[in-house]
């Protein structure tokens, strides 16, 4: 197995009947799993849920593999203009599988181009990282599917501009605009400018998107090998495309997670302890916050409903927010991300002038944050605190691929869960429509009145320090 579940410390033996689960309670759920299943059996039948078919496109690694080749040749900086699903995916598996890389000079890095993923407007931040980079060797992944993306399409501006300034005319070889494949303003310029492009399969929303060129075209680029993260999405889906509760790991740990939401612990912490999977949680985040934080129900009743995700590290953050775990409400279920096997080991040496610390000696930093994570785990169901872990046996390509799909399917599962659609965001929407208003855009004035208004009925409270 690629991934490992175990729920030991959620049930109600290891942490008590006020926040542990029963077996019944699991049990009591294996209908209602088998009715989600066959609902999204159906959808996917109707071609509604392309995402799941994403890992067994043989033809998306041949074609990624050689735009990535090209993009390799031309240039020494690669970044990616982006933000949300368009930007997190690639971030969390860049760092897993490329640890560093950027750190590298170019021979260590085989000359592979640096990748960069700017995901803000922040202007500082934004022409700090372009002045890391010459224009002349820069190119660009420029990704929204809709095409109206206002951070997206903003960054593009300037970048355009900024290359323009370098190369002249030649600036669209330096852009490769990642959208929808029939519609939008980014598959109008790529049809009439010329600018390369590849398509965002119809119905991939952008957090479902990282197995498309989305991600593959990125990770491809700085040698990240997607032939096997394809393959252990593919492998992992044998394991979790299936309606029996106790054998499928993705559906298991939704209902994990639901029962728990259900009895007020409606926080849920990801907790990698790995730094190379650290960015893992924050994709992560955004997958659970934006598919299950909804107003309405799939029927149309209003229900507020979502647990909310928090990213934390270990061994990290025991020093920071373990302390609010340990003994703060009990509202949290933790989950570990653990790594079995390290690829360094790091052992710790003796030191003589330093008695205190001989009792390190003979073991290693791979040793350590296994036992750690051990540790924590163990206060935590001392403490009647809910967790589980899943365990990678080591951090490559197919291990990761299949956590990626794993997460996914468990994700859409939930929704069904939670009895709300995981697909949609209109509560992202909304501050858009008065994004639009704000700068200016036509077709916006009824949000822009409804700015005006709030704005004269409000008192102003503001307050200064100095």
């Known amino acids: 197995m690629l991934i490992t579940l175990d729920y030991t410390n959620m049930m109600a033996e290891a942490v008590g009947a006020a926040n542990g689960l029963r077996e019944e309670e699991l049990a009591g759920l294996t209908a209602r799993t088998r009715e989600i299943h066959e609902q999204i059996r159906l959808r996917r039948a109707a071609g509604e849920l392309p995402f799941f078919d994403l890992p067994h496109d043989p033809a998306i690694v041949a074609e990624m593999t050689r735009l990535a080749k090209d993009v390799q040749e031309q240039f020494d900086n690669l970044v990616v203009l982006g933000i949300g699903g368009s930007a997190l995916g690639t971030t969390a598996i860049f760092n897993a599988l490329r640890y560093g890389h950027n750190l590298m000079d170019a021979s260590q890095r085989l000359g592979l181009p640096r990748l960069f993923v700017l995901d803000n407007v922040d202007p500082d931040g934004f022409a700090a990282h372009l002045a890391l980079c010459d224009p002349a060797r820069t190119g660009f992944l420029v990704i929204s599917k809709s095409g109206t993306t206002v951070e997206t399409s903003s960054q593009f501006l300037v970048a355009r501009q900024w290359v323009a300034a370098s190369v002249g005319e030649r600036y669209r070889e330096h852009f490769i605009l990642i959208t929808d494949p029939k519609s939008g303003i980014l598959r109008e310029l790529a049809d009439r400018e010329g600018y390369r492009s590849c398509a965002i399969p119809a119905g991939v929303g952008g ?94 009743s209003v229900v507020h409903v979502g647990p909310t995700p928090v990213n934390a590290l270990g061994t ?94 468990q994700t859409l599962f939930a929704g069904g869960l939670f009895e709300v659609d995981p697909l949609d965001q209109p509560g992202v929407e909304e501050g858009k429509l008065f994004t639009y208003a704000l700068m200016g855009r036509k077709g916006y004035e009824a949000q822009a009145r409804q700015l005006a208004e709030q704005k004269g009925v409000l008192k102003p409270r503001v307050l200064a320090c100095g």
């Open 316 to 409: 990290t953050d025991q020093h920071s927010q373990v302390q609010l775990y340990m003994e703060g409400p009990f509202d949290k279920v933790v989950t570990f991300l653990v790594v079995d096997e390290f690829d360094q080991e790091l052992p710790l040496p003796e030191y003589p002038a330093a008695p205190q610390m001989a009792y390190l000696a003979g073991h290693s930093l791979a040793e350590l944050i296994s036992i750690e994570q051990q540790a924590t785990a163990t206060a935590l169901t001392r403490n009647q605190r809910a967790n589980c872990a899943l365990h990678l046996p080591r951090v490559t390509a197919e291990s990761v691929g299949a956590l990626v799909y794993m997460l996914e399917v």
């Open 207 to 300: 957090r479902f998107s990282v197995f498309t060129p989305v991600g593959l075209l990125p990770l491809a680029c700085v040698g990240v090998d997607i032939a096997g993260l394809l393959k252990g999405a593919a492998d992992c889906a044998r394991f979790v495309c299936h309606d029996d509760l106790m054998t499928n790991p993705a559906y298991l740990n939704a209902v994990l997670q639901y029962l728990a939401y259900r009895r007020g612990l409606r926080i849920t912490v990801l907790m990698p302890y790995s730094d190379r999977l650290r960015y893992l949680a924050d994709w992560f985040r955004q997958l659970w916050a934006e598919s299950l934080g909804k107003q309405f129900a799939t029927d149309g």
